[in-house]
C-alpha cells in the first residue's frame, strides 16, 4: 500500500472509494507531518498531501523507520479524527505514541552523527 492517504483510510476502516473524510484525514495527516519533522523525520523542509496520490516513499526512504511511522501517523490521526470513547483506550494510545516519538527522536539524532562523522571522515 504506497498511497499515504489510502493506507491511513484503511487503517482507519475507511474504504479507499468514500472520499466524504478526506479532507478532514489530510489535515490530521498533515498536521501529523508536521510533528515528524519537527522530531527529525522525513525531508527536512517538510511535506504535506494533498490528495491519494502522495506515496510512503515520497515522505521517507529509510524502510527501517517507515513501519513505525506508518503505526505513529495512523495513531495519531486516529485520536485527533475519531477518537476511543474510552480513557483506558486513549491513555494506551497516547503512550504508544510517545514511545514512537521518542524512538524516531532517537533514530534521527543517531542519522545525523553518523551523517556528520562521514562527513568529517570523508574531508580528511
Do not use: C
Not at 84 to 102: C, D, F, Q, R, Y
Amino acid at each position: 500500500m504506497d498511497s499515504i492517504l489510502t493506507s491511513i483510510k484503511k487503517m482507519l476502516g475507511i474504504t479507499e472509494e468514500y472520499e466524504h473524510f478526506d479532507p478532514d484525514l489530510i489535515m490530521h495527516i498533515n498536521s501529523v507531518f508536521m510533528i515528524l519533522n519537527q522530531l527529525g523525520v522525513g525531508p527536512p523542509s517538510g511535506f504535506a498531501i494533498q490528495d491519494k496520490t502522495a506515496t510512503w516513499q515520497e515522505f521517507i526512504s529509510d524502510k527501517t523507520k517507515l513501519q513505525l511511522v506508518k503505526s505513529y501517523m495512523h495513531l495519531k490521526v486516529k485520536l485527533l479524527f475519531d477518537p476511543p470513547l474510552s480513557s483506558a483506550v486513549i491513555a494506551s494510545m497516547e503512550k504508544t505514541i510517545a514511545e514512537a516519538e521518542w524512538r524516531l527522536n532517537v533514530a534521527a539524532e543517531n542519522s545525523k552523527k553518523k551523517t556528520k562523522t562521514i562527513s568529517r571522515l570523508t574531508r580528511g
